[in-house]
């Protein structure tokens, strides 16, 4: 009765989709509450998936020319005040020290909310000639944005993320970066996450406050919800003309530079929890998966079992697959169990059996397919089965978001779609925000994204009836 309960104390997905998060959360221990409202504490499991994320991101950066930089976690007043729309923008949100000690302090100092007043300011200082250019930093770092309401891993007080901020001689330059970085984010999420994504412009209203055009990839979750899961912003030159960031150009002309900002969050996580998980816990891709393989030991007790599981875990660890044993004094039942809900790829069971046929059984956790293989073939089997593993997962994510875009040529049809249809409405837009807000007003529904392709799948907007300017992604977010 254990195994049973351990499975059984998450909430099923179809009954209560935000029990079952939350319960997949607690259950696998990624993260737990803090005694500050709106801000958790980041377990190892959790952390560990953050740190795989940080590590293949980065190194794609990297092969971009970006470099890593560290700016201050406070932010002055009079600094953060330079560019109208961008202050406003975070207003609300924004925590504010104003005591040093027991003094207060002369002007108040904003927690980083982010970061491009900041660079902004580096900028200034650093950028002189056209030979300074481009500036292509990102800072790994925490920014605080008072939430009023707060969901582990997708929205809260602290969060951990990078921002990139980069400088640029022309507009040309600007923008291609822009795109660029919001292809690295996609391609990113695909062939490491194994979620298929979105992509596309933001509409003004929902664009980043300050910029000119901001870019986003747009995730499905399994309850039909979409996710922004990365943005990347062309600034033009708007914070340059704020924050005074000129150069000399080539024929001796004082010019301002063109700037983009780009993040990521620890929100990423969420997403792989709502895109694979299912009723028994998480379901982790291979390729950031902490513990890609879980060595569970058959009737551990008897002679040579554990050395045979040890062995094991020497051989799969030496091929370069992240290995554990669980040779806790918990039944194998309970052990598969726990595996599950956290999430490990592959378990592989070894037992007096298995010892005397010289094999092992692997056992997939997103499919539960048993495969018997021989020892020695262990390690090149188990690597082969994580790659397949990776590659059937995207599939099953990209055949979920495919079967759940639906097309509206009216509003009937549109209110019709957000009622009874879960995932995005691809449906034409005139361009006006008064039709965005009603939309939002009516449905709840808000614009994901414009797609980089544009089809016109019908001549008038859907809420107004007007001639359409642009196909619109649609739907309800997180």
Known sequence: MADKKLVEEITSMEEDFAQWYTDVVKKAELMDYSSIKGCMIFKPGGYAIWENI?????????????????LPLFIPEGLLQKEKDHVEGFAPEVAWVTHGGNEKLVERLAVRPTSETLFC???????????????????????????????????????????????????????????QMLNVYADFCEEELAIPMVKGRKTDKEKFAGAEATYTIEALMHDGKALQSGTSHNFGDGFARAYDIQYTDQNNQLQYVHQTSWGASTRLIGAIIMVHGDDSGLVLPPHIAPTQMMVVPIQQRKEGVLDAAEGLRKALAAAGIRTKLDDTDKSPGWKFAEAEMRGIPLRAEIGPKDMAAGQCVLVRRDTREKTVVALDEAPQKAAELLETIQHDMLERARDFLDTHISDARNYDEF????????????????????????????????????????????????????EAKKLVFWGKAY
């Open 54 to 70: 940080q590590r293949l991101l980065d190194a794609r950066f990297k092969e971009t020319g970006v470099e890593n930089v560290y």
């Open 121 to 179: 300011d580096l900028y200034a200082s650093i950028v002189h000639s056209y030979r300074d250019l481009p500036k292509v930093y990102n800072q790994w770092c925490s920014v605080v944005r008072w939430e009023k309401s707060t969901r582990p891993f997708l929205r809260s007080s602290e969060f951990l993320w990078q921002e990139g901020h980069t400088a640029h001689a022309t507009a040309e330059e600007a923008e291609e970066r822009t795109i």
């Open 415 to 466: 209110k019709d779609a957000v009622e009874n249809k879960p995932g995005f409405i691809r449906a034409m837009w005139c361009g006006d925000v008064a039709c965005e807000e009603k939309i939002k007003e009516d449905t709840t529904a808000t614009s994901r994204c414009m797609p980089f392709e544009q089809e016109k799948i019908a001549d008038t907007c859907v809420c107004c009836g007007r």
